[in-house]
Nanobody, 115 residues
Framework: QVWLVESGGGLVQAGGSLRLSCAAS????????MGWYRQVAGKQRELVAT???????NYADSVKGRFAISGDNAKKTVYLEMNNLKDADTAVYYC?????????WGKGTLVTVSS
């Protein structure tokens, strides 16, 4: 019923930049919040950033000043611009849309930062 289609993952050198995209489609109508989580192999999934439909954002301390989340309400799309990437940013990044009835997750896109 709801699809979260992610794109933009890949291999990037440390210090480089990458931009992730996630587009929501299907039965979902009004989206108040979209965000990104990431999961490193063997560790718990952690919140990276969120944005509301009004444009309010928040970030994990580890990415503040380096990552920027933005959204397009009409396209039901959220972006994550990642700058000055570090080895520790290597993870599977998941698009996340919480709603009153269900929390939706993308399938994940792998970001690999190489030294």
């Amino acid at each position: 019923q709801v699809w979260l289609v992610e794109s933009g993952g890949g291999l990037v050198q440390a210090g480089g930049s990458l931009r992730l995209s996630c587009a929501a489609s299907g039965s979902i109508f009004r989206i108040n919040v979209m965000g990104w989580y990431r999961q490193v192999a063997g560790k718990q999934r952690e919140l990276v950033a969120t944005i509301t439909s009004a444009g309010s954002t928040n970030y994990a301390d580890s990415v503040k000043g380096r990552f920027a989340i933005s959204g397009d309400n009409a396209k039901k799309t959220v972006y994550l611009e990642m700058n000055n990437l570090k080895d520790a940013d290597t993870a599977v990044y998941y698009c996340f849309v919480p709603t009153p009835g269900m929390n939706y997750w993308g399938k994940g896109t792998l970001v690999t930062v190489s030294s």
